[in-house]
């Protein structure tokens, strides 16, 4: 079976879990390709929402791991030397 080189919006906001409204508004902004066809009817382009896809996982990856790095903060200790040392 042969893939779908372009996507209908509703089809692609569903795959980026965002609102159709979403999904026109991204296309404006450039943040989507898409290409309008007769009528004003609107096909987005599947390899740019993989890449988004792709790129709103790296961004949520990093604010998990942002998270991961701020607990491990906890409890606060000073540094001397090169050493850790509990605060008192």
Request: charged residues 25%.
């Amino acid at each position: 079976m042969m893939e779908q080189l372009f996507l209908r919006p509703t089809e692609a906001a569903a795959i980026l879990q965002v609102s159709h409204s979403t999904i026109y508004r991204w296309v404006v902004e450039g943040k989507l390709e898409g290409i309008k066809l007769s009528r004003g009817t609107l096909r987005i382009f599947r390899t740019s929402v993989e890449q988004k896809r792709a790129a709103l996982d790296r961004d949520q990856t990093r604010a998990h791991g942002s998270r991961v790095q701020m607990r491990s903060l906890w409890p606060p200790r000073l540094w001397q030397g090169g050493q850790s040392t509990e605060e008192t």
